[in-house]
């Protein structure tokens, strides 16, 4: 008999369309049964429920977060207030990693990584949008609207106002193929593509002072997606050497083998950089570049 997986009717959103997402990835719960009610006497029955109850207990199987007083969070780092998705990620996350990314043949070291970086690019945010949440200060006024989030696209998938209901599980049954389908391209790209470019990185910094005596220039023999990294692991190094100097530049071959040089920004996400190349370099290729640079 099909194990069943208990969550809310009604309107539905984000959190618990991929929290039951995650759950069908497991062995225990791959041809589990959704259940999708308000009633306590039919939540009962279910072997897990999520979203709905006014019960947060892991041995319980029993992941709500409305309820007053419940202030989880993923750990001691983050401080958003966890949804059901983030609920059910903190505990079952890193096996349905393991379950999504097979071939990548993780070991434990790469499954805690990837399971802190998954929930700080994907969970947490719908977990914050999801318990309101702000990104930033309230007397910050955003420059422009963004609705074609995640969470908002799950939003859409529910009836108008003046539309007919019609079938609620079918709608809930495309929430969760989208927010599935989304979150197993994170954990496929992290697995396979941020994992390995990390080590790449990781190799450039520790060869920083065979490039440059200042240790502020980083060299790649191969391009990769190198700016989330390098801010990471370079922290990692500062908490054991705050007197480490900062990367400023890095250099890397391009697709097409010619050599480019990137200036570090302040933070990831940042057009600032951290020390800028001269305005006269900026634009210059090749021997024109050679000429200006010395």
């Known amino acids: 008999m099909p194990k069943l997986i208990g969550t809310h009717s009604g309107t539905f959103h984000c959190d618990e369309a991929l929290a039951c997402f995650m759950l069908r990835q497991l062995t225990e719960y791959s041809d589990a049964k959704i259940v999708r009610s308000r009633d306590p006497a039919v939540l009962e029955t279910c072997d897990i ?120 599980d079918e709608r809930f049954a495309q929430a969760m193929a989208l927010t599935g389908s989304e979150f197993t391209e994170r954990v496929r790209y992290y697995a396979l593509s941020w994992l390995p470019g990390r080590k790449i990185v990781e190799q450039g910094y520790t060869g920083r002072f065979d490039i440059d005596q200042s240790g502020q220039i980083v060299l790649f023999d191969t391009f990769c997606p190198w700016k989330d990294h390098i801010t990471t692991i370079e922290d990692e190094a500062l908490e054991k050497n705050p007197e480490l100097a900062k990367i400023v530049y890095v250099l890397y071959p391009d697709t097409s083998g010619a050599w480019r040089v990137q200036a570090v920004p302040e933070k990831p996400g940042s057009f600032v950089s951290r020390h800028p190349l001269p305005e006269s370099w900026r634009g210059i290729r090749d021997e024109a570049l050679s000429e200006r640079s010395g």
Do not use: C
Not at 141 to 153: C, F, I, V
């Open 49 to 168: 429920v999520v979203d709905v109850g006014g019960v947060y207990d892991h041995e319980a199987k029993r992941y709500d977060h409305h309820q007053r007083g419940f202030d989880e969070q993923f750990s001691a780092e983050f401080k958003t207030k966890l949804s059901s998705a983030g609920l059910i990620y903190k505990h079952y996350g890193q096996d349905v990693i393991r379950a999504i990314a097979k071939e990548a043949d993780l070991d434990s070291s790469a499954v805690d990584q990837l399971h802190k970086k998954l929930y700080e690019s994907v969970i947490e945010g719908v977990d914050g949008i999801d318990n309101g949440v702000s990104q930033y200060p309230s007397d910050i006024e955003p420059a422009y609207k963004e609705s074609t989030g995640l969470s908002a696209r799950v939003g859409r998938l529910n009836p108008w106002w003046n539309q007919p209901e019609g079938d609620m």
